[in-house]
């Protein structure tokens, strides 16, 4: 596993509170080993510690392994069943094994490519929720492509075919991370399709043309002020993570932000990281709140946001809603079924924004953003303009061929109280932008008098309504 992945897994498996509870629970659990349902990892915890297994047919890869307490809040456990918290709003339910299965003890690998192929339908065939909302006969895709398989020679062909399948998919979660040697080279982007119209400078000519008084946290994950021709507040969220108040103020969005805020990050143990993350976000927002005290609408851009921590965007959410509302359920892809079914209920910050939000998005909102649209939806004050956002909602769930190669897909099925899926569709909007859903189009769009002007006209923030 690479050192990318195992530090966003080891920060997913941080928590809040209970120590000491959770301590004398896991002496109950001590010895045990447990596989988890949905997600096909098996949990072994010896002691004060555990390690933690990506498992298949064939093999039984290390995950993670560390100390229990801290790792995990215990949230039930019985002899047959065992309900853990990793530090987001999803619980992970196990059930358990006599032992720790002998694959995971003997390293099994196998290169051929048939036994490399199976294993690979059988995880998406097992744990990948969205075929009939992409439109997908996985059986048809096993016929169409195991014939190639078997005659495939080079693991670039190889290689070649996985990707063709992925392609077919188009899931944003779905990665297939390859040697250094069978990644494709980025193709180079002429001026004349758009290069110049980067997210940094897009940004930049958005802020400048319409915003005032602009105030930047953390590099820019958050951005607050007004737009200059009325009384609107204007928040800016590009991300779902980097949160944490680690860097001082006249720091933060220096050029050494980035390399001083990992510093600070990587020595936190990652409980301490995933609190940080949440005590950011609320410091934040109390300051952006009693900054734009007086405005008498607020404008929430997200067309920039590409995710990060559910929890997060959960959290930012909740300082605009007035009450308590079950606002989103999850359920995980397990085999021919699926895990029991959580439901969310969002609970307003201790101080919230009681007046008209207008929320903005487009195809570039994406996964965590687009959790903090479908909490929003039932709620009448917040108004979404701009385009339907991407449409990939699932956390993205890491898996290893028995070759190596690791892959990821979606597994968990995010639906609105009523039980929708918004995968594949994305968030509708209640104002429609006709945004053009490709890059480097729609940053094009923001651009009428060509790509090589200065001049950019955001259609949203042209609207009347959001100048009174």
């Not at 998005?361 to 385009?387: C, K, M, Q, V, W």
Request: charged content about 25%; hydrophobic content about 35%.
């Amino acid at each position: 596993m690479n050192t990318t992945k195992n530090i966003f897994f080891l920060l997913s498996l941080a928590l809040s509170g209970g120590m000491a509870e959770a301590q004398e629970i896991a002496k109950s659990l001590t010895n045990t080993v447990w596989k988890q349902q949905g997600y096909d990892r098996v949990l072994a915890i010896k002691d004060s510690a555990f390690s933690y297994y990506n498992i298949n047919s064939v093999t039984c890869k290390p995950l993670a392994e560390g100390i229990f307490n801290g790792r995990f809040r215990v949230i039930s456990s019985a002899k047959r069943k065992l309900v853990l918290n990793p530090g987001g709003i999803v619980n992970y339910n196990f059930t358990p094994l006599d032992s720790l299965p002998s694959k995971c003890i003997r390293e099994v690998k196998d290169l051929s490519y048939p036994k490399n192929f199976q294993v690979f339908w059988e995880t998406f065939n097992d744990n990948y929720a969205f075929f009939k909302e992409r439109n997908i006969d996985w059986k048809a895709i096993y016929d169409q492509y195991h014939p190639m398989v078997q005659n495939a020679k080079t693991d670039k062909e190889f290689a070649a075919i996985l990707k063709e399948i992925i392609g077919k998919l188009k899931d944003g979660h779905i990665r297939l991370d390859l040697p250094d040697a069978l990644k494709d080279q980025p193709a180079p982007v002429s001026a004349a399709s758009g290069s110049v119209h980067t997210r940094q400078i897009l940004l930049s000519d958005l802020k400048n043309t319409y915003g005032k008084g602009l105030k930047s946290y953390n590099g820019g994950v958050l951005q607050w002020g007004f737009l200059k021709n009325g009384k609107t507040g204007y928040i800016l969220m590009t991300d779902m993570n980097n949160f944490a108040d680690y860097v001082p103020e006249n720091q933060q969005n220096s050029k050494e932000f980035r390399a001083l805020y990992d510093k600070i990050s990587e020595s936190k143990t990652p409980q301490k990281m995933f609190d940080d993350e949440i005590a950011g976000a609320a410091k934040m927002m109390d300051q952006v709140l009693h900054d734009l005290e007086g405005t008498s609408s607020v404008v929430i851009d997200l067309r920039f946001n590409g995710g990060g921590y559910e929890t997060v965007a959960l959290k930012l959410l909740s300082y605009f809603v007035p009450s308590d509302k079950n606002v989103l359920s999850v359920r995980a892809k397990m085999g021919s079924g699926f895990t029991p079914k959580q439901n969310y209920t969002l609970h307003p910050a201790q101080k919230t924004y009681s007046k008209p939000v207008y929320l903005l998005l487009g195809p570039n909102t994406a996964s965590a953003a687009e959790i903090f649209a479908l909490g929003a939806l039932d709620y009448p004050h917040i108004t979404r303009i701009g385009s339907r956002t991407s449409g990939i909602f699932s956390e993205i769930l890491w898996k290893e061929l028995p070759n190596g190669w690791e892959f990821s897909l979606s597994n968990e099925i995010y639906t609105d109280k009523r039980g929708k899926i918004y995968e594949g569709t994305g968030i509708p909007v209640t104002i429609e932008m006709d945004y053009p859903r490709k890059y480097p189009d729609f940053n094009n769009s923001f651009y009428p008098a060509g790509i090589f002007k200065d001049k950019t006209l955001d259609k949203v923030l042209e609207l009347e309504k959001l100048k009174k």
